[in-house]
């Protein structure tokens, strides 16, 4: 219960109190309550007109005003006791056992004792079961955040630039709404801020609160939902009063996707009435509210193709902001903003490090310099050097190392022999990335081995050629395993995988291969941002190319595999000295091992052809 809602109950029991009070003395300032002697006395002068007797009161009404009372009131006595004191001349009074106190804590304090009960005792439980109270079941849980609070600028927002630039007219609009409206433009009602997670959304909501000065109202879109139907309409309706009372303002649902998934066709029938009227309620006020008044709703989500479409036209969310995952120079930035609250290196160059995180979010950067600053606090550094940020990102992408973790030596010998491979034809190939590091220390997420390769700069557009020899680094370890033993292991299984995946998107996807045709046979599905793509599994198209599909994925995944074995049979030499290498130290780099560089001397490439470029996404280390 808070606080105003406590000062409103308390006011009306004192208002009730007093009224009580006020009526008593008014019913009781014309009643006489003589004693019970004086009464006799009075009876046997003929004052009395009438009387009503009870178990413990007389009351009755005088003949003539006595001081000017007419009505009386005494407590009544046992005659007989009252008999012997009136002999022996004793002045009788009658009186109660219990008074006014005792009769009101007989009263009150068994009702105080329940309250007190449902207080700490059931209404904990309620709030633990997400029921809440019964007073403030209809009230918003938006906690206001003031410039003070939120602490964040545009300073601290990087690597959306972009973003930025669209969102400060939101700053404009809140410091000098009638200026900026000169024109007759009106700000948007609503701005939906779209992106796979830990690209900076609820970063980038507070910033632009910090930046305009005004009280910031946030919210989770599934603290609008409770087990009581009505309940998120109430809080919706209560968020919007407590906004117009503070405007300007910036309101911020984060989540938008608990509150807003599309409506089903077929109603509540799955139980999502209580979620629908919250949403109707939502649009409502969207209509409902002018934005002059300096009403900003932000709202952030990373799944908006669940989103219902009334949410998104004209009018309401009028404005989609993509934050996306940052390019090179985006991480770049980012870093820097991180770095600035460790103590760092100098000499260390982030560009370097941007180069080596492609993928990566604004969250996941933020983590990747906790993890360096953690690492060199451990081995007692004073600061964070580039081996700790390298050894960062292998934990990351790969997991913690496992020395602990003993391979019997042929297995040890087999993946050394394995990861060189993939190195070897990575190093050979000119349109795979270079390499970074080759180790065979089993790390936490099973792998027992990887390579790491370093991409050179962000890439959006892949060509058909790439595709073909990126399959080939993929196979190269099962490749390297033939050779030497003369037969494959399981270790393989998700190089395999991966260069199946690959194959079959080249296929049927992109439509790069001759025989099948180019034709868009699997198309993508609807995907979340931030998840893998997914293929749907409704095939429409005949048996026969069904067969074609097949017959095609599994000549360009025995052709990826020659060419590995061709390039790897020419370079023997350096697989044998990479590998007895890698078993020595355990972990290496093109600097301890020269072939790993990229040359005009490396040994010749397959004939693997030319292609149009596609879209793809980005790059990956291959790991094991």
């Given at each position: 219960m808070d606080k105003k809602n406590s000062f409103h109950i308390g006011y009306f029991i004192v208002a009730f109190a007093l009224i009580?009070?006020?009526?008593?003395?008014?019913?009781?300032?014309?009643?006489?309550?003589?004693?019970y002697s004086e009464l006799q006395r009075l009876l046997q002068d003929d004052?009395?007109?009438?009387?009503?007797?009870?178990?413990?009161?007389?009351?009755?009404?005088?003949?003539?005003?006595?001081d000017g009372r007419t009505q009386f009131i005494v407590r009544r006595v046992d005659p007989s006791v009252a008999a012997e004191f009136e002999k022996a001349g004793v002045e009788i009074t009658g009186a109660s056992d219990s008074n006014w106190l005792t009769t009101l804590i007989s009263w009150v304090l068994p009702a105080l004792i329940f309250f007190g009960l449902w207080m700490f005792v059931f209404r904990g439980y309620a709030n633990r079961q997400g029921m809440g109270g019964l007073i403030n079941i209809g009230k918003s849980k938006a906690k206001v955040y003031l410039e003070r609070d939120t602490g964040v600028t545009f300073?601290?927002?990087?690597?959306?630039?972009?973003?930025?630039?669209?969102?400060?007219?939101?700053?404009?609009?809140?410091?000098?709404?009638?200026?900026?409206?000169?024109?007759?433009?009106?700000?948007?009602?609503?701005?939906l801020l779209v992106g796979p997670p830990g690209t900076g959304k609820t970063l980038m909501a507070r910033a632009i609160a910090g930046e305009a000065g005004v009280p910031f109202f946030s919210i989770s879109g599934s603290e609008f939902v409770e087990m009581f139907v009505g309940v998120g309409a109430a809080r919706v309706r209560d968020l919007f009063v407590q906004a117009r009372q503070a405007a300007p303002?910036?309101?911020?649902?984060?989540?938008?996707?608990?509150?807003?998934?599309?409506?089903s066709a077929f109603g509540s029938m799955g139980g999502n009435d209580e979620k629908e009227q919250t949403l109707n309620q939502l649009l409502s006020e969207l209509d409902g509210f002018d934005p002059r008044v300096g009403i900003v709703l932000l709202a952030a989500t990373?799944?908006?193709?669940?989103?219902?479409?009334?949410?998104?036209?004209?009018?309401?969310?009028?404005?989609?902001?993509?934050?996306d995952r940052p390019g090179r120079n985006g991480r770049e930035a980012i870093l820097k903003v991180h770095v600035g609250k460790i103590q760092v290196d100098p000499e260390i160059d982030l560009g370097?490090?941007?180069?080596?995180?492609?993928?990566?979010?604004?969250a996941d950067l933020a983590n990747l310099v906790n993890e360096a600053a953690i690492i060199a606090t451990r081995r007692g550094a004073e600061k964070v050097s580039r081996a700790d940020f390298t050894s960062a990102i292998e934990r990351i992408v790969a997991g913690t190392?496992?020395?602990?973790?003993?391979?019997?030596?042929?297995?040890?010998?087999?993946?050394?022999?394995?990861?060189?491979?993939?190195?070897?034809?990575?190093?050979?190939?000119?349109?795979?990335?270079?390499?970074?590091?080759?180790?065979?220390?089993?790390?936490?997420?099973?792998?027992?081995?990887?390579?790491?390769?370093?991409?050179?700069?962000?890439?959006?557009?892949?060509?058909?050629?790439?595709?073909?020899e990126r399959m080939a680094v993929l196979l190269a370890g099962r490749a390297a395993e033939e050779i030497i033993f003369g037969e494959v292991s399981t270790g393989a299984s998700d190089d395999l995988a991966k260069a199946?995946?690959?194959?079959?998107?080249?296929?049927t996807r992109f439509g790069m291969d001759e025989k099948v045709g180019q034709a868009v046979l699997e198309e993508q599905k609807s995907q979340f941002l931030g998840d893998a793509p997914a293929f749907v599994g409704k095939r429409d198209y005949s048996e026969e190319t069904s067969r074609e599909v097949d017959l095609a994925v599994r000549r360009l995944i025995d052709e990826a595999y020659e060419a590995a074995k061709t390039i790897l049979a020419a370079g023997a030499a350096n697989l044998e000295a990479g590998a007895r290498l890698l078993l020595e130290r355990e972990t290496i780099t093109p600097a301890d091992f020269p072939a790993l560089k990229r040359s005009d001397e490396a040994p010749a490439e397959p004939d693997v052809g030319t292609g149009a470029a596609v879209s793809t996404d980005a790059r990956k280390p291959v790991r094991r």
């Open positions: 009580t009070l006020f009526q008593t003395w008014l019913a009781y300032k014309d009643v006489a309550q003589p004693s004052k009395i007109k009438s009387v009503v007797i009870t178990e413990t009161m007389i009351q009755g009404v005088f003949k003539e005003a006595q300073d601290d927002v990087a690597g959306v630039e972009e973003a930025k630039v669209e969102l400060q007219e939101i700053v404009s609009f809140l410091k000098d709404k009638d200026r900026y409206g000169r024109l007759g433009a009106r700000m948007p009602k609503g701005i303002c910036i309101i911020f649902i984060d989540e938008l996707d608990a509150l807003g998934r599309a409506r990373n799944r908006p193709e669940v989103l219902d479409p009334a949410l998104l036209r004209a009018g309401r969310f009028d404005r989609q902001v993509v934050l370097d490090i941007a180069g080596l995180t492609a993928g990566f979010t604004g190392e496992l020395r602990s973790r003993l391979m019997k030596p042929e297995e040890r010998t087999r993946v050394a022999y394995h990861e060189m491979g993939h190195a070897l034809v990575a190093a050979a190939l000119k349109t795979t990335d270079p390499v970074e590091k080759i180790s065979i220390i089993p790390r936490s997420i099973g792998a027992l081995g990887y390579t790491l390769q370093r991409p050179t700069e962000d890439r959006f557009l892949i060509t058909a050629t790439e595709l073909r199946t995946d690959i194959a079959r998107q080249y296929v």
